[in-house]
């Protein structure tokens, strides 16, 4: 296999450290296995294959930087970093090894492995057309309810005004290191830490094969995904 060449105007981070212990039992979550291949495989490979993206930054599991950085070496010329003991803390130090001359800088989970390079160029763009952080969003069609540490229900949340957040996430790169340097608790996700700044943060639609796999359900609703596009191919 012939690595992809990387010529966009866009830099990514990969936070790829994390356990995954909602997974079950075995290795960190970006390294197993879907359809035969590593999640961190299947979302660089996405991620490479969208024209905007000029360097991939994978932040690994620290005791994993050599192997990581084998793994991918024949799928695009990544660069890998230790990652932290958080999300956070990993995005942090891929940020501080991506290079300075990308303006745009987008955020993306491992997890989300079947994200598509429409969805990647989708989000750089609307960075690119003055937005300074840009989320990909799905309506939320449950029902929500709000309740009480007893269990009580509250209240019914209106289900029209929420939306399901996914990732990439794309920030000016300003943006971003000021968020993160201001930063002083966790958050879920880097367009958190933006809305701490005050910082707007503007929507895109996102993409159903943009889900997150956190259990082991979640992998096999991805490969019904993956089957469905090869389908779709042939």
Request: contains cysteine; hydrophobic residues 55%.
């Amino acid at each position: 296999m012939t690595a992809q060449k990387l010529r966009g105007d866009v830099a990514v981070l990969v936070p790829a450290a994390g356990a995954g212990v909602r997974l079950g039992p075995g290795g960190p979550k970006a390294l197993r296995e879907l359809a035969g291949e590593p999640l961190l495989v299947h979302a660089v490979r996405r991620l490479c294959a969208a024209a905007c993206v000029g360097q991939v930054v994978i932040a690994a599991p620290a005791d994993s930087v050599g192997a990581v950085r084998a793994l991918l070496a024949a799928v695009a010329p990544v660069d890998v970093v230790a990652g932290g003991a958080s999300r956070q803390l990993s995005v942090a130090a891929a940020l501080a090894a991506a290079d300075p001359a990308f303006g745009v800088v987008l955020v993306h989970d491992a997890a989300r492995a079947l994200a598509p390079p429409a969805l990647i160029e989708r989000v750089a763009a609307a960075v690119r057309a003055g937005s300074p952080a840009v989320i990909p969003v799905l309506p939320v069609v449950d029902t929500i309810k709000q309740v009480d540490d007893a269990g009580r229900v509250l209240g019914t949340v209106d289900r029209a005004v929420l939306r399901a957040v996914q990732t990439p996430q794309g920030f000016r790169r300003e943006v971003l290191v000021a968020a993160h340097a201001a930063a002083i608790d966790e958050h879920t996700d880097d367009a958190g830490l933006a809305e701490k700044l005050g910082v707007p943060v503007h929507t895109v639609p996102g993409d159903e094969a943009a889900l997150k796999i956190t259990r082991p359900h979640d992998l096999i609703l991805a490969e019904l995904f993956l089957r469905s596009a090869e389908r779709e191919t042939i």
